[in-house]
């Protein structure tokens, strides 16, 4: 983190957003020194930025991982505001789990141990060998199979639980399907999609369900 020292707060906002070339309401700080006296002021802030969440993000998995007695190389990107962490292990098969239920605890734990630690909130993705790339793939495959079959039948076709990234792309994929119409249901980890047939009048484009899942 970035250390800003001035009279005011106002002021090290103002020489922070000088520096980082961003607007002061965008900037994310805790204040960690401010002294009101007669003849002194002065308040010291730490701004957060994105590198600084990359870096507690890999450094706190590598850590899981050396204690899980695993190899552990991390790549991270950062784009559409979602950080991206490819993970490749000598145990990955181990660190993915059943259904990729060890990933997605994984996944749950660095957004937790990130709130915990800054104050903005951030969109975090795990992938391990490609599984999520796989994964995808596999979950948009069977939605549009179905969604053939509901345009058949007319008949509602509700898929198994999914989580909420794998529920977001079978939203976006079928988000321009006529007369298809996608919606969550349930709660926690049984939260599924359910695809419906949506009869349209005239050539209107069919609704899409706005979904916001982290």
């Known amino acids: 983190m970035r250390k800003y020292t001035a009279k005011t707060l106002e002021e090290c906002l103002k020489e ?3 520096d980082l070339q961003v607007e002061e309401k965008d900037i ?3 204040i960690e020194e401010e002294k009101k006296g007669l003849f002194v002021k002065k308040v010291t802030i730490a701004v957060e930025e994105t590198s600084d969440v990359i870096e507690f993000i890999e450094e706190y998995i590598k850590d899981i991982c050396r204690n899980l007695g695993m190899d552990c190389s991390v790549k991270t990107f950062y784009r559409d505001d979602v950080i991206k962490v490819l993970l490749e292990t000598n145990k990955n098969s181990v660190l993915i789990g059943k259904n990729g239920a060890c990933l997605q605890s994984l996944n749950e734990l660095t957004k937790l141990a990130v709130s915990s630690n ?6 975090i993705l795990l992938d391990v060998g490609g599984y999520k790339d796989k ?3 596999k979950v948009i495959s069977i939605a ?13 076709v509700k898929l198994d639980p999914m989580t909420p990234d794998e529920r977001k792309k079978i939203h976006n994929a079928l988000s321009t399907w006529k007369n298809i119409k ?4 349930g709660d926690g980890k049984l ?5 419906k047939y949506a009869p349209q009048e005239g050539n209107e484009e069919p609704q899409e369900e706005v979904e916001t899942e982290e």
């Open 16 to 18: 922070a957003a000088a």
């Open 28 to 30: 994310k700080y805790v």
């Open 118 to 123: 800054f104050s903005k909130k951030y969109k």
């Open 135 to 137: 994964k995808y793939f």
């Open 144 to 156: 549009k199979r179905c969604a053939k079959e509901v345009l058949k039948t007319h008949i509602d």
């Open 182 to 185: 996608t919606e969550s249901v």
């Open 191 to 195: 939260r599924a999609i359910v695809i």
